[in-house]
């Protein structure tokens, strides 16, 4: 992160980073989807949740560890950061979800806080956009520094139906991602484009923490050694490990 993007993003709680895909990327991605929704019963209306992109091929799974946004994880999550869980949604029209999360009450999970000169956040969302969002139209919102909020959020702030004044949606176009700490209070705005909104959720937690509850195998496909880094259970520390198929634990050295 330069000076700049750290400052910023430790003012507002999200740093926006727009041609994170390349225009391959975003092809490649987009006809995934479109035969993955295919698959979908019904019309495709409303809002629907995808679960388990990594199996959707290689390009869902380079977005793993996607230089555009990698280098930012790395600097707000420390060494042994993890991927935590990934999912998606398409929003045709409505499909607004209230707002979450705050900086107060305090959460492990959910936390950020600077010391010591650097960034420190429990889970830390990317957001890849697969079709354009343009001003107006809905998606992602947030209320920029309320992940540094003393004060619990009143009830009265909401972001469905009229949203609250300080309640602010983040335009972007196609091929752009937005890194966001969950501690920052966020929601979707309802959706009113006439296209749809593709949007593609990776979220990564530092290395002894999980949200999500169930792990990746990180020999489930050709993963390179940096995506297997980051696939890896949740742990603290591995001094002494346990011998395999036997009772006890051995020391490294
Ligand atoms: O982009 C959105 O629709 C909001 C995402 C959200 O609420 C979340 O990631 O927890």
């Given at each position: 992160?330069?000076?700049?993007?750290?400052?910023?993003?430790?003012?507002?709680?999200?740093?926006?980073?727009e041609?994170?895909?390349?225009?391959?990327?975003?092809?490649?991605?987009?006809?995934?989807?479109?035969?993955?929704?295919a698959?979908?019963?019904?019309?495709?209306?409303g809002?629907?949740?995808?679960?388990?992109?990594?199996?959707?091929?290689?390009?869902?799974?380079?977005?793993?560890?996607?230089p555009?946004?990698?280098?930012?994880?790395?600097?707000?999550?420390g060494?042994?950061?993890?991927?935590?869980?990934?999912y998606?949604?398409?929003?045709?029209?409505?499909?607004?979800?209230?707002?979450?999360?705050?900086?107060?009450p305090?959460?492990?999970?959910?936390?950020?806080?600077?010391a010591?000169?650097?960034i420190?956040?429990?889970?830390?969302a990317?957001v890849?956009?697969?079709?354009?969002?343009?001003?107006?139209?809905?998606?992602?919102?947030?209320?920029?520094?309320?992940?540094?909020?003393?004060?619990?959020?009143?009830?009265?702030?909401?972001?469905v139906?009229?949203?609250?004044?300080?309640?602010?949606?983040?335009?972007?176009?196609a091929?752009s991602?937005?890194?966001?700490?969950?501690?920052?209070?966020?929601?979707t705005?309802?959706?009113?484009?006439?296209?749809q909104?593709r949007?593609?959720?990776?979220?990564?937690?530092?290395?002894?923490?999980?949200?999500?509850?169930?792990?990746?195998d990180?020999?489930?496909?050709?993963?390179?050694?940096?995506?297997?880094?980051?696939?890896?259970?949740?742990?603290?520390?591995?001094?002494w490990?346990?011998?395999?198929?036997?009772?006890y634990?051995?020391?490294?050295?």
């Amino acid at each position: 992160m330069t000076e700049e993007e750290r400052y910023f993003f430790d003012v507002r709680g999200y740093h926006l980073v727009e041609n994170a895909l390349n225009p391959d990327e975003l092809k490649a991605l987009n006809e995934i989807f479109d035969a993955q929704q295919a698959h979908l019963p019904g019309p495709r209306a409303g809002r629907a949740r995808y679960l388990e992109l990594i199996n959707w091929g290689r390009p869902y799974r380079d977005l793993i560890d996607h230089p555009a946004v990698l280098p930012h994880l790395e600097e707000m999550l420390g060494e042994g950061l993890r991927l935590d869980h990934e999912y998606a949604e398409h929003m045709v029209a409505g499909g607004a979800g209230e707002l979450h999360i705050n900086g107060t009450p305090y959460s492990t999970m959910f936390h950020y806080h600077v010391a010591e000169g650097r960034i420190h956040c429990g889970l830390v969302a990317v957001v890849w956009a697969l079709q354009d969002v343009p001003p107006g139209v809905g998606g992602f919102c947030c209320i920029p520094g309320s992940h540094k909020s003393s004060f619990a959020p009143p009830v009265s702030i909401t972001c469905v139906g009229t949203p609250s004044p300080g309640v602010q949606q983040i335009s972007c176009p196609a091929g752009s991602a937005i890194i966001f700490t969950e501690a920052l209070r966020h929601g979707t705005l309802a959706w009113n484009a006439p296209t749809q909104r593709r949007s593609l959720f990776y979220k990564y937690s530092p290395r002894h923490v999980s949200w999500w509850g169930t792990y990746y195998d990180p020999e489930a496909y050709d993963y390179t050694d940096r995506q297997k880094k980051l696939l890896h259970a949740p742990y603290h520390s591995r001094t002494w490990q346990q011998a395999p198929g036997k009772g006890y634990v051995v020391s490294p050295s």
